[in-house]
């Protein structure tokens, strides 16, 4: 009998959790804790429109303060939950709280990573939350010359804005091009292609070795012996999960909380968001850090802890956008499958294209294609033999 639920966890995931045990007829008392002190936001725009500054700060704000108060829950912003004590069914906050739990949703999201060196020097910025965005901002308004390091999902999106607003911009990353790992080397060339046409310096294929500067960064020692000079640097090297609170508490931890295909990850535990990771009945265990499986995974973890016992088996959707180009990616991709260009060109900025794993389609890349990206949508859930589809969709274009 469920009679108190806990969601740790206050943005996308927290938040979408919240409002499904709602929505699914729990009526009893839930409790939402964040370690942030703001109300649920999205993500998303934080190194877009909140960092380029052509959004207010609030437009982020996922719900009115109506709808959050309209859920009937008691709200602990901006206190962390430090230990789970999964016997006793409780979970301790910094302030030392204790608060007991009949079902728990873990929504803790992931944390960014950090360089081993270089964080204590003044202008070294990481972007995970809404106040490193606005930091990063202010910063940018006195900068002259902006280092990347990293160029995955944060640092493309960032060098992007960055150039946007007129400043300098290098990005760095040891590996051949950027994405790469999100989408293989012929779009990562394509991307690398698209900052250098904006005037970005993409130095790939070579790490970094150390930040440089007395008291306030002055630029980037690189492998290869040269230097960057930069007044600002970001590091964005990737996220890992927040699970440190969960330490010694008996819940399996490995690249996130491990959960089966429920999402749960011990009786009356389930986990979903940035955190988690499931089994996924398709494609095997799986953590995803985009904005839809999020809420999809949130509905669906919240759904099993009520006891309907529903396997959560998307379609992984996931975007991001850089100048003036969106790509979209359903399914897998990544440098691991084959790559196939389908509909389009890349010299005209619009093409399309599929992954398969030599047997079947497992994934579809729109570059400014939105129309044809839900139709190669269909390929993927089909999983349509591989050389049939690559021959069908040429054929029909």
């Known amino acids: 009998m469920l009679n108190r639920i806990l969601v740790v966890g206050a943005s996308a995931a927290g938040l ?93 999201g992931a944390a960014a990573r950090r360089l081993p060196f270089g964080h204590h020097l003044a202008g070294v910025h990481v972007l995970r939350t809404l106040d490193d965005t ?89 492998a290869d012996g040269s230097q960057v000079a930069a007044d600002v640097v970001l590091v964005a090297v990737g996220a890992s999960p927040a699970t440190g609170w969960l330490a010694g508490s008996g819940l399996p931890i490995g690249d996130g909380v491990e959960c089966d295909q429920y999402c749960v990850a011990a009786p009356g535990v389930v986990a979903a968001g940035d955190v988690a990771s499931w089994h996924h009945p398709g494609i095997g265990r799986r953590r995803l850090e985009h904005r839809m499986n999020a809420t999809e995974q949130a509905t669906n973890a919240a759904r099993n802890l009520l006891g309907q016992g529903v396997p959560f088996e998307p379609v992984p959707y996931f975007w991001t956008d850089q100048y003036d180009v969106k790509l979209q990616v359903y399914g897998r991709s990544g440098a691991e499958f084959d790559f196939r260009i389908v509909a389009g060109d890349p010299a005209e900025g619009r093409f399309a294209a599929l992954y398969g794993d030599g047997e079947q389609v497992v994934g579809a890349l729109a570059w400014n294609l939105p129309r044809q990206a839900r139709l190669l949508r269909e390929h993927v859930v089909r999983s349509t033999p591989w050389n049939s589809a690559a021959h069908q969709e040429l054929n029909s274009h």
């Open 134 to 222: 606005l930091r990063l901002r202010e910063e940018l308004k006195t900068a002259c010359s902006v280092a990347i390091v990293g160029a995955g999902f944060l640092g493309a999106e960032v060098a992007a804005v960055v150039r946007e607003l007129g400043l300098t911009v290098t990005m760095i990353d040891p590996l051949p091009a950027p994405m790469i790992r999100q989408f293989g080397p012929e779009p990562g060339e394509l991307l690398r292609r698209l900052h250098e046409g904006h005037g970005v310096d993409v130095r790939c294929g070579v790490g970094v070795t150390a930040l440089q500067g007395d008291g306030r960064v002055e630029g980037v020692e690189l």
């Open 16 to 108: 979408t959790a919240a409002e499904a045990l709602r929505r699914e007829g729990f009526t009893e008392e839930l409790t939402i804790v964040g370690d942030e002190p703001h109300a649920p936001y999205d993500r998303p725009p934080l190194s877009k429109q909140i960092l380029r500054g052509t959004w207010e700060d609030d437009r982020t704000v996922l719900r009115s303060d109506a709808l959050l108060a309209g859920l009937g829950a008691t709200w602990i912003l901006g206190t962390a939950a430090t230990a789970l004590d999964l016997p006793a069914r409780e979970v301790t906050l910094a302030d030392g709280r204790v608060l007991g739990y009949d079902g728990l949703v873990i929504a803790t």
